[in-house]
């Protein structure tokens, strides 16, 4: 028994033993974590990252150490002052020590979390992109991004070590931050004009950049070529040589036409460069129709990129002869009588895709068109007329040289009575205006530039006129530009004293018009070059200065001598289901053009589908020079905002009332008020709007040229080129020959 206890003693002091130096082993286990392995992030990243959510790393990291990697211990601190409990940000005490370098993959992982609570308006968003070129003196960085045609700044310098790599990176605004990590394998990109290829290297062009790439493979000099990507270099090309040329029929979003060759669809990824000047990648409506200037790069039957080689003046222009009687770009049938010859051409007699051209065996003799239902003054056309059966039917096409376009368009514009200098003034702006859809067809799916009616310029509507013709003459080649390239120049006929700006439109491209800025147009501001006219124009936002504008004659002002300068328009009675449906015409127009009114002030695009009693209706907003910019129609059934002086004007023209100018003459207009400067007088019995009376001024949209404001400075003596000064600050007169710039 003695034995045993001893024993059972001996025994127990041995297990506690072995038991102890268990748990030593464990803890020094615990102690001795091993450091994990992979990429760090540096303290300079981190600082980059947090800085664009506006904290401040000034003091956690000295300055010495931004060159050094995160270390454990600096992440528990930045999390302690973030709030780590409150976002729920990981901690790795499990797998860290203080000391340890935190791994990237650990950063982004909390990194995203802070995005979730310190970035409520993502900012700063993560998204891949292959990067193209650096340029370290201008801290520029150029990716692949089709969507960034510019460079991005760039902060981190990890950037300069991954030129043509894929990589997922952090960004905010026009800022690469970080990379989050490289990604492996090979990259694509397609299409790639290749300028020169020497030995072992590439220099290239795509979206925008020219870049520089090493290379072991043979690749042509000026060439397309996919381009295949490894670590940063070329370990694949495929060079794509078939070429045809010819003349560009039309164009639409999938395919286009060359004449003599037939139509081809567009490949994924094509790619068009202008190779004259200078280079660049352009878009799809920068192709020209109607001009032999481009090269097509085809593969498998598609067109696969488009090389723009020569600067072909762009004087040739193709217009769409509109079917007016029918109100549509097709005909049943149309008689044409050429060199005495009558020819009768119906739709059923062509097949889909076929064109039939006509013109006269000598340059200065015209076609003649007979249409049924066409009412013009003159139907002797210059130049060829097409006959093209498209899908939806037979189309004309008249095209011609640009100058001789503008004998019948200029006449048609503007009254050829007026003196020599308005119409020379008008003859410029009607060239430039042709130019640019030259340059940028306004119907490239039926081969046009433009129509003959308002939507473009009228053409046709009135017969040539010796004085405009000769203002063409005397005017040959001019176009007025700025900063180089055709200026975005607009017209109208009459103004009430002020002009606007292009903002009435919504368009979102004012800086591209920042030399049609609204402005009094009276003598003072063509006199004195600086003076506070414009400062006049943005007063007359306000309401009452506006009523008080409107309801007056200055005698200073261009045209209040004209009828058009002032004028009243009364609807007696107002019908609000007329009202409603002319509100359903704008809104299927546009959407976002007619707005109803919520919850806590908000305007939302909703269809309307009742109106009931008018309250009320008053301009909520008025633009430069006092254009209506937003209309408030309260009703019983809510409130409503009708958006832009075209669709104010629309949607308070009930087509029936009659506008009465200041001369007392009187017309009833078709779908549309003469302006959109007026104010509203309202019609009431009791709460309900009966009916309304407008005071206005002007005819037109007011941006850009008054044509009367123009005439009116011609008599007293201003040259054109002090008209066009006048009315387009900043823009400058230049040949034709000179634009190089597409």
């Given at each position: 028994m003695k034995y045993n206890v001893k024993l059972f003693i001996k025994l127990a002091l041995i297990f506690?033993?072995?038991?102890?130096?268990?748990?030593?082993?464990?803890?020094r286990r615990d102690q001795l974590k091993e450091e994990p392995a992979g990429d760090k992030i540096s303290c300079r990243d981190v600082e980059i990252l947090l800085g664009a959510l506006d904290?401040?790393?000034?003091?956690?990291?000295?300055?010495?150490?931004?060159?050094?990697?995160?270390?454990?211990?600096?992440?528990?601190?930045?999390?302690?002052?973030?709030?780590?409990?409150?976002?729920?940000?990981?901690?790795?005490?499990?797998?860290?020590?203080?000391?340890?370098y935190l791994l990237k993959t650990d950063w982004y992982e909390a990194y995203r979390?802070?995005?979730?609570?310190?970035d409520p308006e993502s900012s700063v968003w993560e998204t891949t992109v292959f990067l193209l070129k650096i340029d370290e003196e201008a801290g520029e960085a150029y990716t692949e991004d089709g969507a960034v045609i510019a460079a991005y700044g760039y902060q981190s310098p990890d950037f300069e070590e991954n030129v043509l790599r894929e990589m997922e990176v952090y960004v905010k605004g026009g800022q690469l931050l970080t990379i989050v990590r490289t990604i492996s394998g090979e990259h694509v990109l397609e299409n790639v004009w290749v300028m020169e290829a020497t030995e072992g290297l590439l220099e290239c062009f795509y979206h925008q950049t020219d870049f520089s790439v090493k290379t072991d493979r043979?690749?042509?000099?000026?060439?397309?070529?996919?381009?295949?990507?490894?670590?940063?270099?070329?370990?694949?090309?495929?060079?794509?040589?078939?070429?045809?040329?010819?003349?560009?029929?039309?164009?639409?979003?999938?395919?286009?036409?060359?004449?003599?060759?037939?139509?081809?669809?567009f490949a994924e990824g094509?790619?068009?460069?202008?190779?004259?000047?200078?280079?660049?990648?352009?878009?799809?409506?920068?192709?020209?129709?109607?001009?032999?200037?481009?090269d097509y790069v085809v593969e498998r039957g598609k067109?696969?990129?488009?090389?723009?080689?020569?600067?072909?003046?762009?004087?040739?222009?193709?217009?769409?002869?509109?079917?007016?009687?029918?109100?549509?770009?097709?005909?049943?049938?149309?008689?044409?009588?050429v060199d005495g010859d009558t020819v009768h051409i119906e739709a059923d007699d062509l097949e889909v895709g076929e064109r039939r051209s006509y013109r006269c065996a000598a340059l200065t003799d015209r076609i003649v068109l007979n249409v049924e239902g066409v009412i013009k003054e003159d139907y002797a056309y210059r130049g060829t007329i097409e006959c093209y059966r498209s899908a939806g039917g037979m189309v004309l096409i008249n095209e011609l040289p640009l100058e001789e376009y503008l004998y019948a368009v200029v006449p048609s514009e503007m009254p050829a009575s007026y003196p020599t200098e308005a119409l020379k003034a008008q003859a410029v702006c009607a060239r430039t205006y042709a130019y640019l859809y030259i340059l940028h067809a306004g119907l490239p799916q039926l081969g046009a530039h433009v129509d003959d009616t308002t939507s473009y310029q009228v053409y046709h509507n009135i017969g040539e006129n010796a004085a405009s013709t000769n203002a063409v003459k005397e005017t040959d080649g001019m176009l007025l530009t700025y900063r180089g390239r055709p200026a975005q120049n607009y017209y109208y006929s009459t103004s009430c004293g002020a002009g606007t700006d292009a903002a009435i439109w919504k368009s979102g491209n004012l800086e591209d018009t920042v030399y049609m800025q609204p402005g009094r147009l009276n003598r003072t501001a063509y006199e004195e070059e600086g003076s506070d006219v414009n400062d006049e124009a943005e007063d007359l936002r306000n309401e009452d200065k506006f009523r008080e504008f409107i309801t007056s004659v200055d005698e200073n002002d261009l045209e209040n001598e004209e009828p058009w300068?002032?004028?009243?328009?009364?609807?007696?009675?107002?019908?609000?289901?007329?009202?409603?449906?002319?509100?359903?015409?704008?809104?299927?127009?546009?959407?976002?053009?007619?707005?109803?009114?919520?919850?806590?002030?908000?305007?939302?695009?909703?269809?309307?589908?009742?109106?009931?009693?008018v309250i009320d209706i008053s301009i909520a907003q008025r633009g430069p020079g006092g254009v209506a910019d937003e209309l408030l129609i309260v009703?019983?059934?809510?409130?409503?905002?009708?958006?832009?002086?075209?669709?104010?004007?629309?949607?308070?023209?009930?087509?029936?009332?009659?506008?009465?100018?200041?001369?007392?003459?009187?017309?009833?207009?078709?779908?549309?008020?003469?302006?959109?400067?007026?104010?509203?007088?309202a019609g009431k019995d009791k709460e309900n709007m009966v009916g309304y009376t407008l005071i206005g001024g002007g005819y037109g949209h007011g941006v850009g040229m008054s044509q009367n404001g123009a005439k009116v400075l011609g008599r007293e003596g201003a040259s054109y080129r002090q008209i066009l000064e006048f009315f387009f600050s900043g823009c400058e007169l230049e040949e034709i020959t000179t634009i190089t710039e597409i």
């Amino acid at each position: 028994m003695k034995y045993n206890v001893k024993l059972f003693i001996k025994l127990a002091l041995i297990f506690f033993g072995l038991l102890f130096l268990v748990c030593v082993w464990m803890g020094r286990r615990d102690q001795l974590k091993e450091e994990p392995a992979g990429d760090k992030i540096s303290c300079r990243d981190v600082e980059i990252l947090l800085g664009a959510l506006d904290v401040s790393l000034s003091d956690k990291i000295a300055d010495d150490d931004m060159e050094q990697y995160l270390t454990y211990g600096q992440y528990i601190e930045i999390c302690r002052e973030l709030g780590a409990d409150m976002m729920g940000l990981p901690d790795y005490d499990d797998r860290y020590e203080t000391d340890f370098y935190l791994l990237k993959t650990d950063w982004y992982e909390a990194y995203r979390i802070m995005l979730a609570y310190l970035d409520p308006e993502s900012s700063v968003w993560e998204t891949t992109v292959f990067l193209l070129k650096i340029d370290e003196e201008a801290g520029e960085a150029y990716t692949e991004d089709g969507a960034v045609i510019a460079a991005y700044g760039y902060q981190s310098p990890d950037f300069e070590e991954n030129v043509l790599r894929e990589m997922e990176v952090y960004v905010k605004g026009g800022q690469l931050l970080t990379i989050v990590r490289t990604i492996s394998g090979e990259h694509v990109l397609e299409n790639v004009w290749v300028m020169e290829a020497t030995e072992g290297l590439l220099e290239c062009f795509y979206h925008q950049t020219d870049f520089s790439v090493k290379t072991d493979r043979l690749v042509e000099r000026e060439s397309i070529a996919d381009l295949i990507f490894r670590d940063g270099k070329v370990v694949e090309s495929k060079e794509k040589s078939e070429k045809i040329h010819g003349k560009l029929l039309w164009v639409s979003n999938e395919e286009l036409e060359i004449e003599g060759k037939g139509v081809y669809p567009f490949a994924e990824g094509m790619e068009i460069y202008k190779l004259y000047g200078k280079l660049e990648t352009l878009k799809r409506t920068d192709l020209k129709i109607g001009y032999e200037d481009t090269d097509y790069v085809v593969e498998r039957g598609k067109i696969c990129a488009c090389l723009i080689s020569v600067n072909e003046a762009a004087d040739r222009i193709r217009v769409l002869l509109k079917n007016t009687a029918a109100n549509s770009n097709y005909y049943n049938a149309v008689e044409l009588i050429v060199d005495g010859d009558t020819v009768h051409i119906e739709a059923d007699d062509l097949e889909v895709g076929e064109r039939r051209s006509y013109r006269c065996a000598a340059l200065t003799d015209r076609i003649v068109l007979n249409v049924e239902g066409v009412i013009k003054e003159d139907y002797a056309y210059r130049g060829t007329i097409e006959c093209y059966r498209s899908a939806g039917g037979m189309v004309l096409i008249n095209e011609l040289p640009l100058e001789e376009y503008l004998y019948a368009v200029v006449p048609s514009e503007m009254p050829a009575s007026y003196p020599t200098e308005a119409l020379k003034a008008q003859a410029v702006c009607a060239r430039t205006y042709a130019y640019l859809y030259i340059l940028h067809a306004g119907l490239p799916q039926l081969g046009a530039h433009v129509d003959d009616t308002t939507s473009y310029q009228v053409y046709h509507n009135i017969g040539e006129n010796a004085a405009s013709t000769n203002a063409v003459k005397e005017t040959d080649g001019m176009l007025l530009t700025y900063r180089g390239r055709p200026a975005q120049n607009y017209y109208y006929s009459t103004s009430c004293g002020a002009g606007t700006d292009a903002a009435i439109w919504k368009s979102g491209n004012l800086e591209d018009t920042v030399y049609m800025q609204p402005g009094r147009l009276n003598r003072t501001a063509y006199e004195e070059e600086g003076s506070d006219v414009n400062d006049e124009a943005e007063d007359l936002r306000n309401e009452d200065k506006f009523r008080e504008f409107i309801t007056s004659v200055d005698e200073n002002d261009l045209e209040n001598e004209e009828p058009w300068y002032r004028w009243t328009y009364t609807v007696e009675s107002l019908d609000p289901d007329d009202l409603l449906m002319r509100m359903k015409e704008r809104y299927a127009a546009n959407p976002t053009s007619v707005l109803t009114k919520t919850k806590g002030d908000y305007y939302v695009s909703q269809p309307i589908e009742k109106l009931g009693r008018v309250i009320d209706i008053s301009i909520a907003q008025r633009g430069p020079g006092g254009v209506a910019d937003e209309l408030l129609i309260v009703a019983d059934t809510g409130t409503y905002k009708v958006v832009a002086e075209y669709n104010i004007r629309s949607v308070l023209c009930d087509r029936t009332s009659e506008v009465v100018r200041q001369d007392g003459s009187t017309v009833v207009p078709a779908s549309l008020l003469p302006s959109g400067f007026f104010m509203i007088d309202a019609g009431k019995d009791k709460e309900n709007m009966v009916g309304y009376t407008l005071i206005g001024g002007g005819y037109g949209h007011g941006v850009g040229m008054s044509q009367n404001g123009a005439k009116v400075l011609g008599r007293e003596g201003a040259s054109y080129r002090q008209i066009l000064e006048f009315f387009f600050s900043g823009c400058e007169l230049e040949e034709i020959t000179t634009i190089t710039e597409i």
